[in-house]
Structures are given as structure tokens and as C-alpha cells.
């Protein structure tokens, strides 16, 4: 019989870093952001050591994030099909990267890097190879992810994260949200893309509004961006306190969920606000897809941070 305090984490081993007051802890499993605190405050929503990710909590979605129509696409005429990971929609959801093992690389006291190869599998019969790295400085977290094609062919490829912001303890329906985007990608019922349209109603975010009867899981394109050159989703909770990410020029995808149809115990728990390289079904579409030749490498960075709105 195992020892109860032997077992091992379901996310496997925990990477902490600090600065200051930030803390950090990233998970072995997935390279997940599982919590991040400023002064003893969420910032993003957690899970718990014991628990197995519930909801893609701070997940890196890659060779492709989102949803795969029926699992299958075409990649130099040749016809691939993947497992179906939402039987439910009938979709590959959010690539293979979410369940492995990463390795430590480097660890200081305010950063750790973690790596990953991705082998080749039927549905996906390319190598690769990624490095990510997460950093705390004055700023907040930084998040670099670098992904290598270290095999023969040209691999289609996307990269995407998944923290929900979180709301400081407060419902949902209390907070404001402010989405940097002027296109939403419009979606059937299976959140697969039909077309865009320009962002209107429910769906204009661009100057802060609140989340009462907001139901979202929708993609974003025409991001807008400050005069840093990030695009920034936020979400303010009663507090005046706002967690928020930002994506630089690497990205220009963003993602937002209320998750309004997850299960009970995780309804509109937070907001997922996703930087993401592409939208859904880019393998088959081909829109926004990455297209790695062998030996190059391919880079993008995000971050996330807390402001205080009562000092702005």
C-alpha cells in the first residue's frame, strides 16, 4: 500500500519563485500556472496541489490552442487525424502539451524555465522542442515561450495560454472587464469559426464594462494596442484591485471565457483571458497558422499583473 504522504502531486513537482510580494508556483504537469499571488491577493485563479488541473488553469496550449474541427487536417496534402479531447464537441482540444511531464531547465529565486519534447505521434508526426520560461520582476510576471522544430518536416504550428484572471473574491457579475479587440470571430454551437464581424453589444469590450450577464467563449482579433505595443485584457474586481494580461506583437489572438458552461463547481469562477497566436481550427483553416520549418524557432511573450485602480 502507497503511503498517503508519499504520493506524488497530480500536477507533479512544484516550481515556487518570489519577488517581494508576488509568488509563483508552476507545476511539472503542463507547465501550469497554478497560482500567483500579490501580497496574499489571487491573481489568477488557482487550483490546489492535491487537485488535477480543472479547467486548463494556466495551461500552455501548444502545437495548436483551441479546438480542432472533428480532429483532423491536412498538412503537405497529407491527411492527419488527432484524438478527439472534447468528445462532447467533437474536437482535439488545446494540443498535447497541457498533460506532460516538463523538465526543470533553470531556477533562480525569480524565474524558472521548464522544457518539453513533443514526439511524434500518428495524428501528429512532427518534433519539436520548447523552453518556457516564467519571471517575476517589478513589472509582474513575464511569460517566454520558445518552441523549436528540431525534426525533418515543415510542422503547422500555434502556441496559447490559459490563466483565468481572477476576481479577488468577488462574483463575477460584480467585476468590470476591459478586452483590447475590435473583431470578434463569430462561432457556431460547436465554438468553431463561422467568420468575424465587427465587436458590438455583448461583445464590445474595448472600454471597461461590466461582466453582469456576460457570457463568454469567444475569440478576438484586431487587438489594440498601448503605446508599448501590448494588448491588454483586465478585470477589475470590487476590490479596485485588477488582474491583468498582456500580450506583446508575438500574438495577436485573444481568447475570453466566463466560463458559463464548465462544470457547477467552476462556474464563472474567473475570467480565461488567452493570448494566442491562433483561433480555432487554424490547423484545417489555415488562418494565422505558424508553419515551422525544420531548425527555426518560434517566440512570443506575455505577462500578467496586478493594478491597483484606487492609486491610478
Do not use: K
Amino acid at each position: 500500500m502507497t503511503d498517503p504522504q508519499t504520493v506524488p502531486a497530480p500536477s507533479g513537482t512544484q516550481h515556487s519563485i518570489s519577488y517581494g510580494e508576488q509568488h509563483v508556483t508552476v507545476t511539472e504537469v503542463g507547465a501550469a500556472l497554478r497560482e500567483y499571488t500579490v501580497g496574499g491577493r489571487d491573481v489568477v485563479v488557482p487550483f490546489g496541489v492535491d487537485e488535477v488541473n480543472p479547467v486548463f488553469n494556466g495551461a500552455v496550449l501548444l502545437p495548436w490552442p483551441n479546438r480542432l474541427r472533428d480532429g483532423v487536417y491536412q498538412a503537405d496534402g497529407v491527411t492527419y487525424t488527432l484524438p478527439l479531447t472534447e468528445p462532447a464537441r467533437g474536437t482535439a482540444l488545446h494540443g498535447l502539451a497541457a498533460w506532460e511531464r516538463w523538465g526543470l531547465v533553470d531556477r533562480t529565486d525569480v524565474s524558472v524555465t521548464l522544457g518539453l519534447d513533443v514526439v511524434p505521434q500518428p495524428g501528429y508526426p512532427f518534433q519539436l522542442t520548447a523552453q518556457i520560461t516564467y519571471g517575476l520582476s517589478d513589472g509582474g510576471l513575464s511569460v517566454t515561450l520558445a518552441t523549436t522544430n528540431v525534426g525533418a518536416g515543415t510542422a503547422p504550428y500555434g502556441a496559447g495560454f490559459h490563466p483565468w484572471l481572477s476576481t479577488g473574491g468577488a462574483a463575477l457579475d460584480d467585476c468590470v472587464v476591459r478586452l483590447d479587440a475590435a473583431t470578434r470571430v463569430t462561432i457556431d454551437e460547436r465554438l468553431l469559426p463561422t467568420g468575424t464581424e465587427p465587436v458590438a453589444g455583448p461583445f464590445d469590450m474595448r472600454e471597461p464594462v461590466g461582466m453582469a450577464g456576460r457570457d463568454l467563449d469567444d475569440a478576438f482579433v484586431d487587438v489594440l494596442r498601448d503605446d508599448d505595443g501590448l494588448a491588454w485584457i483586465r478585470l477589475t474586481g470590487t476590490d479596485g484591485r485588477t488582474a491583468a494580461v498582456w500580450m506583446d506583437d508575438s500574438m495577436d489572438v485573444w481568447q475570453a471565457c466566463s466560463g458559463d458552461h464548465v462544470g457547477e463547481e467552476y462556474h464563472r469562477m474567473g475570467l480565461a483571458a488567452e493570448p494566442m497566436t491562433c483561433y480555432a481550427d487554424a490547423f484545417a483553416t489555415g488562418d494565422r497558422l505558424v508553419r515551422l520549418s525544420p531548425g527555426d524557432t518560434h517566440r512570443v511573450r506575455w505577462g500578467i499583473t496586478l493594478l491597483d485602480e484606487r492609486r491610478a
